[in-house]
């Protein structure tokens, strides 16, 4: 995988995340239940599920990007760099 193709599935990821973002995500298709709530909170709560995992995807690309251009900057072979597993690249502190 190159620095072009990890952008590219950055661009995928955030475009995901703006759909899953979007208000009218926040109610799924058939309206509202009988006392004005959704009636469907799995839908939501597998809403907010997959747009953590969208985070998490694109904290660990966003870290590979960074890895790989630090390769490139030190002299060495980008395509030795590797995503690093979610709870380390979740981890940092900013």
């Known amino acids: 995988m190159d620095n072009q193709d990890i952008l ?4 995928a990821l955030v475009d995901e995340e703006h759909q ?3 208000p009218a995500a926040s109610v799924p ?22 747009l953590r995992q969208v985070e998490e995807a694109l ?4 870290d590979l990007l960074r890895q790989r251009r630090a390769k490139v900057k030190a002299g060495d072979d980008p395509n030795e760099a590797d995503a690093r597993p979610v ?6 502190v900013q």
């Open 8 to 11: 590219q599935r950055i661009q």
């Open 20 to 22: 899953l973002r979007e």
């Open 29 to 50: 298709a058939g309206g509202s239940g009988e006392n004005g709530s959704s009636g469907d909170d799995d839908g939501r709560s597998e809403r907010r599920a997959r």
């Open 59 to 62: 904290d660990q690309c966003w």
């Open 87 to 92: 709870n380390e690249v979740e981890g940092y």
